[in-house]
């Protein structure tokens, strides 16, 4: 072992200079040599002085708890969470907003530069105009989905509810998240004295046993209403009747109660199958784009949508400015969810083509089109790649094409399928700096150089960050 390395248990005194996407702040230890291995620690801010118990001592890193603040950063705040330190939510709630939003530009920074090999003269270290991150009108309430696993609770026949731990199935309690609108708690409360009387089993991902595994909560913020979802490994439970009655009277806004059944053993959270018990089995939303018209959007469980919707109006508005629509351009939106962004631009384009995977989904976007009055809209069910590679087949050749993949991002075959189909623009929208970063490069190597880099806080309190790039032809 070399003389300077660290050792499970002991104590040393940190500074921390950085933050991981995690929200673990970063030290060095320093060494007669110099500064020495890193070391992670929780709870840590960029500032801070800390004594620090290393807990997991590898090669060439190590993981530390925070024991004592010796020296509090400037930005230092008191958590306004009482299970903050232990959720695997958020990881920013101990700093003010502002230090907040610089960490999550930086991570988009180090991101373009060091997995893209975007380094240049730009401000702000990429080759390209990183524009500052948008922040969010709030960092409380904004969520408008909650999905909340279910545990046996501290004594016989009780249940939990609350947040897996970080890299664990190990829920922590939490009625009262402090993202959630307050018809979440009141429907959480709903449920747990339903429970009580009820007394249906609680699944035990050991055994494949049980009924209840998540609680899930829709709310469409403009319209204000509210779906309750109760995911089961079956397709019944006891007191169902008794369930729509206890929801019906707790929680404003109610229009639906709906059973998903999840009977496959899979951490998937949830099954291709929704019953209805009362009212309908979706939430209808509005969303404001710009100078655009109000449109309305019918959102079910299974269906993708942004989940901070004020941020999302300011995300699709920035979204259609880059696109450059004037009128008579076939616009392909890919990974289009419910149709939420195409046929927010719909308007502005000759026609619209959405692809989607999720049955579900497709259905809803359909059904939004038809909603609105969108008659230039038609939608796909489908594979991303595989369908962009038909279209290219068949010689449509989309002006404008927006991408808004998973987290996982795009893979190779998709990325050559949308440059053969050769758009005048791409308009990338991603929720991961990481896999951005690495996609953009590809699409560099084809030809398609982004043009402009733009943050979106989407999810204030976490470590995620929603971004939007414009990519071009070289040669346009």
């Excluded at 019918?298 to 979204?319: D, H, I, W």
């Excluded at 616009?331 to 026609?351: E, R, V």
């Excluded at 949308?418 to 991603?430: D, E, G, L, T």
């Excluded at 560099?444 to 309190?461: E, I, K, N, R, T």
Aim: proline share 7%.
């Amino acid at each position: 072992m070399h003389p300077n390395s660290l050792r499970k248990n002991q104590i040393i005194d940190l500074t921390f200079t950085g933050m991981t996407a995690e929200g673990f702040a970063v030290g060095r230890c320093q060494t007669q040599d110099g500064p020495g291995e890193a070391v992670f620690v929780p709870l840590g801010a960029v500032g801070d002085t800390a004594r620090v118990k290393i807990v997991k001592a590898a090669k060439t890193h190590a993981f530390g708890r925070l024991e004592e603040i010796i020296s509090p950063a400037p930005c230092r705040v008191e958590p306004d969470c009482p299970v903050y330190a232990k959720c695997g939510g958020c990881c920013f709630r101990h700093i003010t907003y502002e230090a907040e939003l610089a960490q999550k530009e930086q991570r988009l920074r180090d991101a373009l530069i060091r997995v893209g090999g975007f380094a240049g003269s730009q401000p702000g270290g990429a080759s390209f105009p990183l524009q500052p991150i948008l922040a969010a009108p709030s960092r409380s309430g904004y969520r408008n989905k909650a999905l909340l696993p279910i545990g046996p609770g501290p004594a016989p026949g009780e249940v939990e509810l609350g947040f897996y731990a970080g890299r664990s199935h190990r829920i922590v309690p939490c009625g009262a998240c402090l993202l959630h609108p307050g018809p979440f708690r009141m429907a959480v409360e709903a449920f747990r004295r339903w429970q009580k009387t009820a007394k249906e089993s609680v699944y035990n991902e050991q055994s494949h046993t049980g009924k209840l595994r998540r609680l899930y909560l829709r709310m469409a913020e403009a319209t204000g209403q509210v779906l309750v979802s109760l995911v089961v490994n079956g397709t019944s439970l006891k007191g169902e009747a008794e369930l729509v009655e206890e929801m019906r009277r707790s929680v404003p806004g109610l229009v639906g109660v709906a059973l998903n059944q999840n009977t496959r053993r899979t951490n998937v959270a949830l099954g291709p199958t929704n019953r209805v018990l009362w009212g309908q089995g979706y939430v209808v939303d509005r969303l404001q784009v710009g100078a655009g018209p109000s449109l309305e959007f019918q959102v079910s469980p299974l269906s993708f949508y942004q989940v901070n919707r004020q941020q999302a109006e300011r995300l699709y508005t920035l979204a259609a400015e880059l696109a450059g629509l004037s009128g008579g351009e076939l616009l392909l939106d890919l990974y289009c969810g419910t149709g939420t962004i195409g046929l927010s631009m719909a308007h502005l384009a000759g026609s619209l083509v959405g692809v989607e995977v999720v049955p579900q989904a497709v259905e809803n976007a359909w059904e939004n089109a038809r909603r609105n009055g969108i008659s230039n809209a038609r939608f796909l069910c489908a594979d991303a790649a595989q369908a962009a590679k038909q279209l290219a087949e068949q010689g449509q050749r989309p002006d404008i094409i927006i991408l808004d993949p998973p987290r996982k991002g795009c893979d190779a075959e998709l990325v050559e399928a949308v440059v053969q189909m050769a758009p005048q623009r791409v308009i990338y929208i991603s929720c991961d700096p990481a896999t951005l970063a690495r996609d953009l490069a590809r699409f560099a190597q084809l030809g398609y150089g982004p043009q402009l880099a733009a943050p979106v806080d989407m999810f204030p309190g976490t470590g995620h960050v929603e971004t939007i790039v414009l990519l071009q032809r070289e040669n346009s």
